[in-house]
C-alpha cells in the first residue's frame, strides 16, 4: 500500500531541449495564531515518500501566499502559479540524505508566517495559509519526495508554528462535537 500512496513530488530537471519549472503547493487551515502575534519559529515538516541515498546541494524556494485565508487548491491549470504570493521568499537547502518515512525538517518559514500574520489584512486566527516550492535556479537538479495530504495522519505535511502575544487579535475557533443515542 505504501508504494502506491499520493505523494509530494518536488523535482527538478533541465537539459538542452527542456525546462521544467516545478511548483509544489502546500495548504494549511484551521492556523490558530491570532492576528498581532509575534511569531517565534515556524518551520514546515514532511515525511520522505522515498529515500534519497546522497545528498544532491539543491535550493528550494520558499514563497507564501498573499492573502490571510488561503483556498483551498483545485486541479484547475495554473491554480497554484496564478495565485499571488508574498515577494518575500525562504531558500531551504535540504542537502542531508533522507530515508523511507523519515520526518524530515522542512523550511523554516517564521518570516514568512510573521508577514502573513502581520500584512495579510484579512487574517484571523483559525483560517489557512498556503506556501509554495519552487527550485531556487534551473541549474538545481533533483527530486525529493514527500507524502501528500491523502496519505493520511501521520504522513502529511505539517506546519508547526510557536508564538508569543496577540492578546485581543482576531482569532476564531470551530468547535465540532459528536452527539450519538444513548
Request: proline content about 2%; charged content about 20%.
Given at each position: 500500500?505504501?508504494?502506491?500512496a499520493?505523494?509530494l513530488?518536488?523535482?527538478?530537471t ?6 521544467v ?5 502546500l495548504?494549511?487551515d484551521?492556523i490558530?495564531?491570532?492576528?498581532g502575534?509575534?511569531i ?24 507564501a ?5 488561503a483556498?483551498?487548491?483545485t486541479d484547475?491549470s495554473?491554480?497554484?502559479?496564478s495565485?499571488s504570493?508574498f515577494?518575500?521568499v525562504?531558500t531551504?537547502?535540504p ?12 523550511p523554516?518559514?517564521?518570516a514568512?508566517v ?9 487574517w ?8 509554495y ?7 538545481d537538479?533533483f ?5 501528500a495530504?491523502e496519505?493520511g ?12 502575544g ?10 465540532a462535537?459528536?452527539i450519538s443515542?444513548?
Amino acid at each position: 500500500a505504501d508504494g502506491r500512496a499520493t505523494k509530494l513530488v518536488v523535482t527538478y530537471t533541465t537539459n538542452a531541449n527542456a525546462t521544467v519549472d516545478q511548483l509544489v503547493g502546500l495548504r494549511f487551515d484551521e492556523i490558530e495564531v491570532p492576528a498581532g502575534a509575534t511569531i517565534t519559529s515556524a518551520r514546515i515538516e514532511l515525511v520522505s515518500a522515498r529515500s534519497n541515498g546522497a545528498a544532491d546541494n539543491l535550493a528550494i524556494q520558499v514563497q507564501a501566499e498573499n492573502t490571510g485565508d488561503a483556498a483551498s487548491f483545485t486541479d484547475q491549470s495554473a491554480s497554484l502559479s496564478s495565485r499571488s504570493k508574498f515577494s518575500d521568499v525562504t531558500t531551504w537547502k535540504p542537502d542531508e540524505a533522507w530515508d523511507y518515512d523519515q520526518t524530515v525538517s522542512g523550511p523554516n518559514v517564521t518570516a514568512l508566517v510573521q508577514r502573513i500574520v502581520n500584512d495579510a489584512d484579512d487574517w484571523c486566527g483559525g483560517n489557512a495559509m498556503a506556501f509554495y516550492l519552487k527550485p531556487a535556479s534551473a541549474s538545481d537538479i533533483f527530486e525529493r519526495l514527500g507524502f501528500a495530504y491523502e496519505a493520511g495522519i501521520g504522513r502529511r505535511a505539517r506546519l508547526s508554528i510557536s508564538y508569543t502575544g496577540g492578546d485581543g487579535g482576531c482569532i476564531q475557533k470551530s468547535v465540532a462535537r459528536r452527539i450519538s443515542a444513548s
